[in-house]
């Protein structure tokens, strides 16, 4: 029995702690649970400490930097809450407890259905559209304010708004922001400043806001009646209700939520020292840019009037008319050295062509025969005896007559005797035709 013993692990007790916690807070995910707040503690660090009872059991509670959410609930020993959460343990005690997430009184699980189903059933019939939103003034002259009059949201409007912009109007509209009742009296201040519209008092953006609190306090906000009253408005409104975490239907109906009363009042108010310095500052730029035109077109009339065609116009004449004049000359020369370098192409081509051209073998002693109609003769067979031909030569032409057969002159009692004369004129009308001819003999082609 003493060796089993000694075998077996001795837990201390932080790792027991350790096991638990880790098996604990690994088999609960976060949960809702309800309870009587008891020993309840806000510590200075933001911290609060508290118990969960019911009228058999209880379990401590944490809520980590709750002080203000717990403050703003009014939180107090004896009041039925719920919390959301998950289990954990305490390793320096060994207790087990439950950190708290959110803590809401009992019953803001039914508030925030309702507050779930008119947000749906109202976007649904485009009061959140974006398109039906109307843009705020830049620098509106009158704000009309509807809010409690003994209010901190008032006070806080007030001082930022008047701090940026001095002399700027607001018109206050008391009304309830919390309580039953209180939706209808927002609701008449939205609609007051509609009704002022064309009188001398009317305003160019209206703010609905109060401060920050509960759900409950804010319930007003998420009322139907409120929300139709901000949608229907003519003139732009602002929302600015609670602090930044909280959204109510004001909100989204609106044509401008801001988280907090005085972000209300930094979105429409511009600083005046700032919109003067940026006037200033766009004076100055004018002014430069009117400075620096006026010298440059001083610039240029001064250099207008110091040229010479003002001065002395029929220099400027002579001016074009010397550029014309080396214009001509320029064109001429061109002229002149296009038709030398045709000429030189074209007698470069001549030689080509009379190198070509079989005319030019004749001047080596050579003849050209061709038969009564021009056709060139190439073939002995081809002829007959006593068949007249003709012999080009390089310079005028012969009449020649084709032999017998077997290369002998006919008898001189067939032939006529003695030479033919010659006729002057013809002859010097050959000699002359013969560097007229064309390059290939009358009836053939190129």
Same mark, same amino acid.
């Given at each position: ?8 692990? /001795?837990?201390? &007790? ?44 209880? /379990? ?10 717990? !403050? ?14 998950? !289990? ?47 843009? @705020? ?5 009158? /704000? ?10 008032? =006070?806080?409007? !007030? ?49 609905? +806001? ?15 009646? %409120? ?6 408005? +003519? ?7 609670? =602090?930044? /975490? ?29 919109? %003067?310095?940026?006037?200033?500052? @766009?004076?100055?730029?004018? $002014?430069?840019?009117?400075?620096? $035109? ?10 207008? @009037? ?10 400027? &004449? ?27 192409? %074209?007698? =470069? ?27 060139? &003769? +190439? ?13 080009? @030569?390089?310079?005028?032409? %012969?009449?020649?007559? &084709? ?8 008898? $001189? ?23 007229? !001819? ?9």
């Amino acid at each position: 029995m003493a060796e089993e013993n000694a075998s077996e692990k /001795i837990w201390s &007790v932080s790792e027991l702690n350790g096991v638990v916690r880790e098996v604990l807070e690994g088999s609960f995910s976060y949960f809702w649970v309800s309870g009587e707040v008891g020993n309840l503690t806000i510590h200075r660090s933001g911290h609060v400490y508290m118990t969960l009872k019911d009228g058999s059991s209880q /379990i401590r509670a944490v809520f980590f930097s709750g002080a203000r959410t717990c !403050l703003e609930m009014n939180l107090e020993e004896g009041m039925q809450v719920e919390a959301y959460g998950r !289990l954990s343990v305490y390793m320096a005690r060994g207790e087990y407890q439950l950190a708290v997430r959110s803590l809401r009184s009992v019953g803001v699980g039914d508030l925030q259905k309702a507050f779930e189903e008119l947000k749906k059933r109202l976007a649904a019939e485009g009061l959140f559209d974006p398109a039906r939103k109307k843009a @705020l003034p830049f620098l509106p002259a009158r /704000i009309g304010l509807v809010t409690s009059s003994d209010g901190a949201a008032l =006070h806080d409007f !007030l001082k930022i708004s008047l701090n940026r912009f001095p002399s700027l109007a607001i018109r206050i509209y008391p009304a309830m922001v919390q309580g039953k009742g209180a939706e209808k009296t927002l609701a008449a201040g939205v609609e007051f400043f509609n009704s002022r519209i064309g009188h001398p008092d009317e305003v160019d953006v209206i703010v609905v +806001t109060r401060g920050g609190g509960s759900l409950e306090d804010l319930w007003p906000f998420n009322e139907e009646v %409120l929300a139709r009253a901000i949608a229907a408005s +003519t003139i732009p409104v602002v929302s600015a209700v609670g =602090h930044e /975490i909280d959204f109510t239907i004001a909100d989204f109906a609106a044509d401008c939520r801001a988280p907090t009363p005085s972000g209300a009042a930094e979105l429409l108010v511009p600083e005046m020292a700032g919109l %003067l310095e940026n006037i200033e500052n @766009l004076r100055r730029r004018a $002014l430069n840019a009117v400075t620096l $035109l006026f010298q440059q077109s001083k610039s240029r009339l001064e250099s207008l @009037l110091a040229s010479p065609a003002l001065e002395e116009p029929a220099y400027f &004449v002579m001016e074009k008319r010397r550029y014309v004049d080396e214009l001509e000359k320029r064109a001429f020369q061109l002229l002149e050295r296009e038709a030398e370098q045709g000429a030189t192409r %074209l007698e =470069h081509e001549k030689e080509k062509l009379e190198a070509l051209s079989p005319y030019s073998v004749l001047k080596r002693g050579y003849a050209l025969l061709t038969d009564g109609k021009g056709h060139p &003769v +190439t073939s002995a067979e081809k002829t007959r005896p006593g068949e007249l031909l003709s012999a080009r @030569l390089a310079q005028g032409t %012969l009449s020649l007559q &084709v032999l017998e057969g077997d290369g002998t002159l006919p008898p $001189l009692s067939g032939r006529r005797s003695g030479k033919k004369a010659k006729d002057p004129e013809k002859e010097k009308k050959s000699e002359d035709s013969g560097d007229l !001819l064309p390059l290939f003999p009358s009836g053939e082609e190129a």
